[in-house]
């Protein structure tokens, strides 16, 4: 056709609605972290089902912030803020828990349980990984994670901000030199159940540890990789969250994924050079992340709703903006795939045991 005939048609395309949107809709997208609609969203509101419909969302890792009534901003940071008293982690959990079951029945999401749900997924659907930020509801004891299992989790972090029989985390003095003797055994409770193990928030003696124990590839589902990783003790919240390169290598050497998030700053700094509303820097930065652990380890790990006011990334009309600037970047098409959808899905996919 000529130039006026090929114009015309790329208008009835653009013109064409539904087709144009499914258009957009390649590739898939994944998130291994996210708390949409659990902390500034109101969870009844019907957005997230909505939205992951619209902008072609496979698969979202729903994360209940397991401590998250104990936990305050400070700041520089987050931090505990009381002790909780026996039993109630559980009853928070089991309460949260069922609100989120409720909303994708509801709003007929998938819950991802097998790895079928997830080709399923994949392939069109739009599916829940029920997920916790937090492994504080089990109260010290592996054997409480079968009845959760039962209930649908299938991704568990075990640490975040409150103290923890788990293990050390980032963001405070360590006290077990990585994962106590229960959270070694979650490892493996995990590994044989069938659940993600997700290491964010660990200190880094932790992650190697759970490298050694764990039989299936875990992950790191969201903060950002610098140098010799965060200390306890950095003067920012978002620096003591950072994990060191080598243990980023590392959990990718062992199949495993990375997850970014999408913190901006109120300006560039650090090592760190996503600003709030920067869509184009937040792809910059997977793709510089792609560059040094390779295109099959990094994934989205935004932390929606969890990244604060500053955020890149609030929604996933903003997520599929992402792509089309790593389209923008002329990353292959193969690697946009992967770190859109397919490396979360490549890795849940590995701990799942059915
Ligand atoms: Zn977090």
Same mark, same amino acid.
């Given at each position: 056709?000529?130039?006026r005939?090929?114009?015309? @048609?790329?208008?009835?395309?653009? /013109?064409?609605?539904?087709?144009? #949107?499914?258009?957009?809709?390649?590739p898939?997208? +994944? *998130?291994?972290?996210?708390?949409y609609?659990?902390?500034s969203?109101q969870i009844?509101?019907?957005?997230?089902?909505?939205?992951?419909?619209?902008h072609?969302v496979?698969?979202?890792?729903?994360?209940l912030?397991?401590?998250?009534?104990w936990?305050?901003g400070?700041?520089?940071?987050?931090?505990?803020?009381?002790?909780?008293s026996p039993?109630?982690?559980?009853?928070?959990?089991?309460?949260a828990?069922?609100r989120?079951?409720?909303?994708?029945?509801?709003?007929?999401l998938?819950?991802?349980l @097998?790895?079928?749900d997830?080709? /399923?997924?994949?392939?069109?659907? #739009?599916?829940i990984?029920?997920?916790?930020e937090? +492994? *504080?509801?089990?109260e010290?004891?592996?054997?409480?994670?079968?009845a959760?299992?039962?209930?649908?989790?299938r991704?568990?972090?075990?640490?975040?901000?409150?103290?923890?029989?788990?293990g050390?985390?980032q963001?405070?003095?360590?006290q077990?030199?990585?994962?106590?003797?229960?959270?070694?055994?979650?490892?493996?409770?995990c590994n044989?159940k069938?659940?993600?193990?997700?290491?964010?928030?660990s200190?880094l003696?932790?992650?190697d540890?759970?490298?050694?124990?764990?039989?299936?590839p875990?992950?790191?589902?969201?903060?950002?990789?610098?140098?010799?990783g965060g200390?306890?003790?950095?003067?920012?919240?978002?620096?003591r969250?950072?994990?060191?390169?080598?243990?980023?290598?590392?959990?990718a050497?062992?199949?495993g994924?990375?997850?970014?998030?999408a913190?901006?700053?109120?300006?560039?700094?650090y090592?760190?050079s996503v600003?709030?509303?920067?869509?184009s820097?937040y792809?910059q930065?997977?793709a510089?992340?792609?560059d040094?652990?390779?295109?099959?380890?990094?994934?989205?790990?935004?932390?929606?709703e969890?990244?604060?006011?500053?955020?890149?990334?609030?929604d996933?009309?903003?997520v599929?903006?992402?792509?089309?600037?790593?389209?923008?970047l002329?990353?292959?098409?193969?690697?946009i795939?992967r770190?859109?959808?397919?490396?979360?899905a490549r890795?849940?996919?590995?701990a799942?045991?059915s």
């Open positions: 056709m000529n130039r005939q090929a114009l015309k @048609a790329t208008l009835a395309f653009l /013109a064409a609605g539904p087709l144009a #949107a499914r258009a957009q809709q390649s898939r997208i +994944a *998130d291994a972290h996210s708390h609609g659990l902390i969203r009844a509101d019907r957005d997230l089902a909505k939205d992951m419909r619209e072609g496979a698969l979202v890792a729903w994360k912030v397991a401590d998250g009534r936990i305050r400070t700041n520089t940071g987050i931090e505990q803020h009381r002790v909780p039993g109630e982690l559980a009853l928070y959990f089991d309460d828990f069922a989120m079951r409720a909303y994708i029945a509801t709003n007929k998938r819950t991802v @097998a790895r079928a997830v080709d /399923a997924c994949v392939a069109g659907d #739009a599916g990984v029920l997920a916790s937090g +492994a *504080d509801f089990l010290g004891r592996v054997e409480n994670l079968d959760v299992y039962d209930k649908g989790l991704h568990l972090q075990f640490v975040h901000y409150i103290r923890s029989p788990v050390d985390f963001t405070a003095s360590p077990h030199n990585g994962l106590s003797e229960m959270g070694k055994r979650l490892v493996e409770a044989a069938g659940v993600l193990v997700d290491l964010a928030h200190t003696p932790s992650v540890q759970a490298l050694e124990i764990s039989s299936a875990l992950i790191w589902s969201h903060s950002w990789v610098d140098g010799d200390n306890w003790q950095d003067r920012f919240g978002f620096l969250r950072r994990l060191s390169l080598a243990h980023a290598k590392k959990i050497d062992r199949g994924m990375v997850g970014l998030w913190l901006g700053l109120s300006r560039p700094g090592g760190w600003t709030a509303r920067s869509m820097a792809a930065e997977l510089n992340l792609v040094r652990i390779g295109a099959d380890h990094v994934g989205f790990g935004t932390d929606i969890g990244v604060g006011a500053d955020w890149a990334v609030n996933y009309g903003h599929r903006r992402v792509v089309q600037y790593l389209e923008e002329k990353l292959p098409a193969s690697t795939e770190v859109a959808y397919a490396n979360y890795v849940l996919k590995a799942l045991r």
